[in-house]
């Protein structure tokens, strides 16, 4: 997929109320990438992952080529991290190259080897130099040429596999370059009609089908990939690569009940695929909370090193996995590996939607973040910030909600978000509205797409697992409201406490812990606020997370 591809996630799953990615959670991947960025995947939770990609993907409200530049290329790099992979680049996928390696190795009599010869019926043999010449026009990007040869072809052999299949690709080319979803439409509808033809040799109606469930999903149509996959592994029910890709369709939109059984399958057939392997442990970590089982088929799959294995989010879910089993130095040993191959930007740093340049640090000062008046502001009106979240706190009204991310062990632990993804929450803010006044006043908080504005409150007893949150591209500032002895917070295993009417800083893209070990619940105001050194383009341009 060149260019177009919904919205990855990552694991904190305190993003916004529920409503965002986490950090790995979610089936998602890579983030979009800016200038130098390195957006990388994480993990949504499955099901927020999948609202990403069917935010993109479907909503038949998002036209492929209508996507702006920087949403088209994280669909792209969506699609194809999760393994629906261009034919093209697929290793060892290419029928034809397949054909051409397996022909080398047996040209012991001399017999000249025809590349395209997997894909290539006895009709179309007979005029494969006519096909060959279409296919070179279209290599080289002289799609109009292209278009010719094709349809002079397909004028004397409308039933001709690789002409269809030939003008099919054309006519995708052609929808890049010009932008357009019409001619990306009749390129997917013309993959199809090869579908339909009789006579057409494996390799072509794997190759061809692959491209269509691929070209769908840019185009938004997931569920009808999701139906052309299933087609081709009902018709070629040994092919394990094509089940890895059906599972993956299935995750992308959602449907992880679907997805678990087709990995279950490819490894039925191929117990050491790695690809299904990790797929089928980052289902029991984040679907089924189920960390020992994931333990192993993440750790197999990781070690295989293939294709689409090497990636954040099953780096990320393995290291998580082994801290809550008590595995402590294999999770930091896995989560080194992970940032030795900048899967990670470093072994507390695990943040998969990441902008590259800019400075980490766990912990800053006012002045280092440059919001120092408005962190005065707030502090100087935390009394009524502090009043406004209490009364909500005893109306019971359900105002403040349990974190749902599964990053609690144990406690009771609730949050009430006022901002979320830049936007308002009006409902919300009508309850605390001094509070929203305060924070309206402050446009690197209020229109923070990557970060939120909320109360906290967490009750004695609880203990938050170490985890990271999605993205370095927030600054997360905690305004202290009623701090009682006994809640502790570490950041990348540096100590810091709440204090009341005053901030602590911390980057929460670094691993941080809280325990509360004290007899009365602790209120703060949590207000993420974007990194200072990104540029007014950047915050313009990147994800809501
Ligand atoms: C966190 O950001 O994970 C916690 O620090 C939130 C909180 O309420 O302390
Ligand atoms: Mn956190």
């Known amino acids: 997929m060149g260019k177009a591809a919904r919205r990855r996630h990552a694991n904190d799953g305190e993003n916004d109320s529920g409503k965002a990615l986490r950090n790995g959670s979610s089936y998602h991947s890579r983030g979009d990438r800016h200038s130098g960025t390195t957006e990388s995947p994480a993990g949504l939770s499955p099901l927020k992952l999948c609202l990403l990609v069917v935010t993109v993907a479907t909503g038949g409200l998002v036209a492929a080529y209508f996507l702006n530049e920087d949403a088209q290329s994280v669909i792209h790099s969506t699609l194809l991290h999760y393994g629906i992979p261009d034919f093209l680049q697929f290793t060892g996928s290419n029928p034809a190259e397949d054909a051409g390696q397996r022909e080398q190795t047996q040209r012991q009599p001399k017999k000249t080897s025809y590349t395209k010869s997997s894909i290539t019926n006895s009709a179309d043999k007979k005029i494969r130099s006519e096909l060959d010449d279409a296919d070179s026009y279209r290599e080289k990007g002289q799609i109009e040429k292209a278009m010719e040869k094709y349809n002079a072809i397909l004028k004397r052999y409308p039933k001709s596999p690789r002409a269809l299949y030939g003008k099919a690709e054309n006519l995708d080319k052609l929808a890049e370059k010009k932008q357009s979803n019409t001619y990306l439409e009749e390129a997917i509808q013309t993959f199809l009609t090869v579908l339909d033809l009789e006579n057409v040799p494996d390799d072509l109606v794997i190759q061809t089908g692959r491209r269509a469930a691929e070209r769908m999903n840019f185009r938004g149509w997931s569920a009808k990939a999701v139906k052309t996959l299933r087609g081709l592994t009902q018709r070629f029910p040994q092919n394990v690569a094509l089940k890895n890709e ?18 279950k399958a490819a490894l039925e057939i191929d117990p050491k695929n790695g690809f299904a392997l990790v797929h089928l442990g980052f289902i029991y970590k984040t679907a089924d909370n189920d960390p020992a089982k994931a333990i192993p088929l ?87 910030i502090r009043d406004e979240g209490l009364a909500q706190m005893d109306l019971k009204s359900g105002a403040f909600l349990p974190e749902e991310e599964n990053l609690r062990e144990k406690g009771d632990w609730k949050q009430f978000t006022l901002y979320q993804r830049g936007q308002k929450n009006k409902k919300n803010c009508q309850k605390v509205p001094k509070t929203c006044a305060l924070i309206d006043q402050i446009p690197a908080a209020k229109g923070c797409k990557r970060g939120q504005v909320k109360y906290s409150v967490m009750q004695p007893g609880v203990h938050v697992w170490p985890h990271c949150g999605p993205t370095n591209c927030r600054i997360r500032a905690h305004l202290g409201l009623v701090v009682p002895d006994g809640p502790r917070i570490s950041v990348a295993g540096q100590e810091g406490k709440w204090v009341e009417g005053k901030f602590i800083i911390f980057d929460d893209s670094f691993e ?28 313009a341009n990147l994800s809501p997370i």
């Open 298 to 384: 993440l750790r197999e799959g990781i070690n295989t090193k293939a294709e689409g294995t090497v990636d954040g989010r099953f780096y990320f879910h393995l290291g998580d996995s082994l801290q809550r089993v008590g595995q402590k130095e294999e999770a930091y040993e896995v989560y080194k590996a992970g940032a030795d191959l900048g899967l990670f930007l470093s072994m507390y740093q695990r943040s998969l939607y990441n902008v590259d340049h800019l400075t980490g640090r766990p912990w800053w000062t006012p002045e280092q973040t440059t919001y120092k008046k408005y962190l005065k502001l707030l502090e100087d009106n935390w009394k009524v």
């Open 246 to 263: 059906l599972g993956v369709a299935y995750l992308m939109v959602g449907k992880t009940e679907e997805a678990r059984p087709v990995f």
């Open 512 to 539: 941080h812990e809280v325990w509360h070990d004290g007899n009365s619940f602790r209120l703060v105001l949590i207000v993420d606020f974007w990194h200072p050194e990104l540029s007014d383009h950047e915050k």
